[in-house]
C-alpha cells in the first residue's frame, strides 16, 4: 500500500524529504557514474587501439619514415 | 577438475563469458533496484521514532554491506594473484578498489546526512560511521599504493599484499571500534537492528540488497572488462575484435 | 637457525649506535609535538589532565610512524636487501630482528620518556603504569606493522607520504586500546582486560606481520 496520501506528501515525507531526497539522488549518481566510467574509458581504449593501428599501417606503407622511426628509437 | 580454473584464469575467455552473462545480470540488477527503491521509498511503513528518515536505511545499509563485502571480494583476488599468478586476478582486484572505495563513500553520505534528522548533526562518530570510515581509508591506501607503481606486477602484488593484511586487520578494527564506542557512550539510537525489523520494512531491504549484490557484479565485470582490454590491447583476439566491432558500427 | 637473527640484531644495532643523532630525531618530535599541545590548546592543569592519554598515544604514534620510514630504506639503497632475499637463512627471523632493533631504538626510548611528558601533561597519577605498560606493548606493535608498510614502499622513491597513508588505518585499534586503556586507568577502572587484549595484538602481529614484510620486501625486490 503506499503510504502517501498525495505527491506533495510523497515529496515532503513528513519534513525528511530533503534528507532522503539528497541521499537517494547522490547515491543513485555516484552509483551511475561506475557504470557509466567503464563505458567511457572503453570509447576511449577503442579509439586509441584504432588510431594506434592506422598509425602502424601507415608506417609499414611508407617504409622510409619506418626506418627513419625505428632510428629514432635506437 | 583445474581445467575449469585455468580457463577462468584466461582473460580472454572471462571476456567472452562475461559479454554473454552482463545483460542478464544487468537487468536482474536494475528490476531489483527499481523495485526495491520504490517499496522502501513509497510502501514501506514509516518507522515509529525516525519518521520517514528512515528510508535511507534501503541504500545506507545495502551499501555498507558491499563496502565490506567488496574489501573481502578485493583481498580475495589479490591472494588468488599472488597464489597462482592469475592475470585476470589481478585485473579484478584492480577493478575491485576503486568500486569499493566509491561504495563506502555512499554509505559514509547516506551515514551522514541520515545522521542530521536523528541526531541533530551531520557528524556523530558512531561504532558504525567511524569503522565505515576506516574502511575508506583503507580502500584508499589500496588504490594509493596501485597507482604509485609505474610497473604493473608489482603494483598488483604490492597491493595485493596490503589488502590481505587489511583483510586480516577489519575484523580487529571493527572489534575495537565497537569497544571503543560503548567506552564513550552509552547506546542511543541504533541504525539497524535486521532481525528485530517489521518484515514489511525488511522486506524492501532485502531487495535492495540483492539489487546491490547484482549491481556490484555488473559494475565489477564492466572494470574488469576494460582492464582486460587495456592490459592486452596488443593481443590478436582484441585487436580483431575492436577492429571489426569498429568497421561493423560505422 | 638463530644465526641470521643475531647477526642482523647485532650488525643493525651498530648501526643504529654509529647514527647516535638519528636515533635522538623520534624522541625529540615526541616531545616537541607534546609541547606544541599545552602551546596550542591550554596551559589549564585540569584540561591536559583529560586529554593527556590521548594525546601523549597519538604522539608516540606519529613519533614510530616517522621513524619506521628509514627501516629498509638504506639496506635497500647498498644492496644489502637484495644479499638478505637471497641468502640461506630464514627471512622471517631477519625482518624479526630488524623490526626488534628498530623497536629497541624508538618504541623502547618514546616508551620511557613518556611518564616525563606525562608529567607535563599533568596526567593523573594512576595513568603511569598502564601508559607504560601499553606503550611498551603497543610501540612494538606499531614497528611490526609499520615494518610491512615500509617493506610496501621502500623502492618507491617518494614512499613516505604514502606509507603513513597506507599504515596509519592499520595503527587505528592500537591506538584505540593503547589510549583508551590509559584513560580506563585514569577514570578509576581496571585496565586488566584490555591489556590483555594489547597483549594478544602483539603476539597476533608477531606472528603475522613478519610474513607480510617477507612477501612486501620480496614484491619490491623483484616486482
Keep these: 500500500m503506499f503510504q502517501f496520501d498525495s505527491f506533495n506528501e510523497f515529496v515532503q515525507m513528513g519534513g525528511h524529504g530533503p534528507?532522503?531526497?539528497?541521499?537517494?539522488?547522490?547515491?543513485?549518481?555516484?552509483?551511475?557514474?561506475?557504470?557509466?566510467?567503464?563505458?567511457?574509458?572503453?570509447?576511449?581504449?577503442?579509439?586509441?587501439?584504432?588510431?594506434?593501428?592506422?598509425?602502424?599501417?601507415?608506417?609499414?606503407?611508407?617504409?622510409?619514415?619506418?626506418?627513419?622511426?625505428?632510428?629514432g628509437k635506437a | 577438475?583445474?581445467?575449469?580454473?585455468?580457463?577462468?584464469?584466461?582473460?580472454?575467455?572471462?571476456?567472452?563469458?562475461?559479454?554473454?552473462?552482463?545483460?542478464?545480470?544487468?537487468?536482474?540488477?536494475?528490476?531489483?533496484?527499481?523495485?526495491?527503491?520504490?517499496?522502501?521509498?513509497?510502501?514501506?511503513?514509516?518507522?515509529a521514532k525516525q519518521g520517514n528518515s528512515f528510508r535511507i536505511i534501503y541504500i545506507h545499509v545495502p551499501a555498507s554491506f558491499l563496502a565490506l563485502a567488496?574489501?573481502?571480494?578485493?583481498?580475495?583476488?589479490?591472494?588468488?594473484?599472488?597464489?597462482?599468478?592469475?592475470?585476470?586476478?589481478?585485473?579484478?582486484?584492480?577493478?575491485?578498489?576503486?568500486?569499493?572505495?566509491?561504495?563506502?563513500?555512499?554509505?559514509l553520505v547516506t551515514g551522514s546526512i541520515w545522521g542530521k534528522p536523528t541526531w541533530g548533526t551531520y557528524w556523530v562518530w558512531d561504532a558504525r560511521i567511524t569503522s565505515m570510515l576506516v574502511l575508506f581509508f583503507l580502500y584508499l591506501g589500496v588504490i594509493a599504493l596501485q597507482y604509485s607503481y609505474t610497473s604493473q606486477d608489482a603494483a598488483s602484488k604490492s597491493s595485493a599484499v596490503l589488502s590481505l593484511v587489511g583483510m586480516v586487520n577489519i575484523p580487529i578494527i571493527y572489534k575495537s571500534v565497537d569497544w571503543w564506542y560503548t567506552l564513550h557512550q552509552p547506546a542511543t539510537i541504533k541504525f539497524t537492528e535486521?532481525?528485530?525489523?517489521?518484515?514489511?520494512?525488511?522486506?524492501?531491504?532485502?531487495?535492495?540488497?540483492?539489487?546491490?549484490?547484482?549491481?556490484y557484479a555488473v559494475a565489477l565485470i564492466l572494470n574488469t572488462r576494460v582492464e582486460i582490454l587495456n592490459r592486452e590491447r596488443r593481443t590478436r583476439w582484441v585487436l580483431d575484435m575492436l577492429l571489426n566491432s569498429k568497421k561493423g558500427s560505422s | 637457525m638463530g644465526q641470521g637473527f643475531s647477526a642482523i640484531f647485532y650488525r643493525d644495532l651498530l648501526l643504529a649506535f654509529r647514527h647516535r643523532g638519528e636515533i635522538a630525531n623520534p624522541v625529540i618530535f615526541f616531545f616537541i609535538?607534546?609541547?606544541?599541545?599545552?602551546?596550542?590548546?591550554?596551559?589549564?592543569?585540569?584540561?591536559l589532565a583529560q586529554i593527556a592519554p590521548g594525546i601523549l598515544w597519538v604522539m608516540a604514534l606519529l613519533a614510530s610512524l616517522l621513524s619506521v620510514e628509514g627501516l629498509f630504506q638504506s639496506d635497500y639503497r647498498d644492496g644489502t636487501l637484495e644479499q638478505l632475499l637471497i641468502s640461506p637463512q630464514p627471512l622471517y627471523l631477519?625482518?624479526?630482528?630488524?623490526?626488534?632493533?628498530?623497536?629497541?631504538?624508538?618504541?623502547?626510548?618514546?616508551?620511557?620518556?613518556?611518564?616525563?611528558?606525562?608529567?607535563?601533561?599533568?596526567?593523573?597519577?594512576?595513568?603511569?603504569?598502564?601508559?607504560?605498560?601499553?606503550?611498551?606493548m603497543g610501540t612494538a606493535v606499531l614497528s611490526l606493522?609499520?615494518?610491512?608498510?615500509?617493506?610496501?614502499?621502500?623502492?618507491?622513491?617518494?614512499?613516505?607520504?604514502?606509507?603513513?597513508?597506507?599504515?596509519?588505518?592499520?595503527?587505528?585499534?592500537?591506538?584505540?586500546?593503547?589510549?583508551?586503556?590509559?584513560?580506563?586507568?585514569?577514570?578509576?577502572?581496571?585496565?586488566?582486560?584490555?591489556?590483555?587484549?594489547?597483549?594478544?595484538?602483539?603476539?597476533?602481529?608477531?606472528?603475522?606481520?613478519?610474513?607480510?614484510?617477507?612477501?612486501?620486501?620480496?614484491?619490491?625486490?623483484?616486482?
Design chain 3, 33 to 47: 609535538v607534546v609541547t606544541l599541545v599545552p602551546l596550542g590548546l591550554t596551559p589549564e592543569a585540569s584540561r
Design chain 2, 194 to 215: 535486521a532481525p528485530s525489523m517489521h518484515p514489511d520494512m525488511f522486506h524492501p531491504l532485502l531487495v535492495m540488497i540483492l539489487g546491490f549484490y547484482c549491481f
Design chain 2, 1 to 47: 577438475m583445474w581445467q575449469w580454473f585455468h580457463r577462468l584464469g584466461s582473460p580472454r575467455w572471462f571476456y567472452q563469458a562475461s559479454g554473454k552473462w552482463l545483460p542478464w545480470l544487468s537487468l536482474l540488477a536494475a528490476i531489483l533496484l527499481s523495485v526495491g527503491i520504490a517499496w522502501g521509498l513509497g510502501f514501506a511503513p514509516e518507522d
Design chain 3, 94 to 136: 631477519m625482518v624479526l630482528a630488524k623490526v626488534l632493533v628498530h623497536w629497541l631504538i624508538t618504541g623502547l626510548p618514546l616508551t620511557l620518556l613518556a611518564p616525563l611528558l606525562g608529567m607535563m601533561l599533568s596526567l593523573p597519577k594512576a595513568g603511569y603504569l598502564p601508559l607504560v605498560l601499553s606503550l611498551f
Design chain 2, 70 to 107: 567488496g574489501y573481502y571480494v578485493m583481498a580475495l583476488a589479490g591472494a588468488v594473484g599472488l597464489i597462482w599468478k592469475m592475470k585476470l586476478a589481478d585485473m579484478v582486484m584492480k577493478s575491485a578498489a576503486p568500486i569499493g572505495a566509491i561504495l563506502t563513500f555512499v554509505a
Design chain 3, 145 to 223: 606493522i609499520g615494518a610491512i608498510g615500509a617493506a610496501l614502499t621502500v623502492a618507491l622513491r617518494k614512499g613516505g607520504l604514502l606509507l603513513s597513508l597506507i599504515v596509519m588505518p592499520l595503527y587505528m585499534p592500537v591506538l584505540i586500546f593503547g589510549a583508551n586503556t590509559v584513560q580506563r586507568a585514569v577514570d578509576g577502572f581496571p585496565v586488566a582486560g584490555p591489556m590483555a587484549i594489547m597483549g594478544a595484538l602483539l603476539a597476533v602481529s608477531l606472528l603475522i606481520s613478519p610474513f607480510a614484510t617477507v612477501g612486501a620486501l620480496r614484491v619490491s625486490m623483484h616486482g
Design chain 1, 19 to 71: 534528507y532522503v531526497w539528497a541521499s537517494y539522488v547522490i547515491s543513485l549518481a555516484v552509483l551511475a557514474w561506475l557504470i557509466v566510467s567503464p563505458l567511457l574509458r572503453k570509447r576511449k581504449l577503442v579509439q586509441e587501439v584504432v588510431r594506434e593501428r592506422r598509425r602502424e599501417a601507415a608506417r609499414q606503407s611508407n617504409p622510409v619514415s619506418a626506418e627513419h622511426v625505428s632510428q
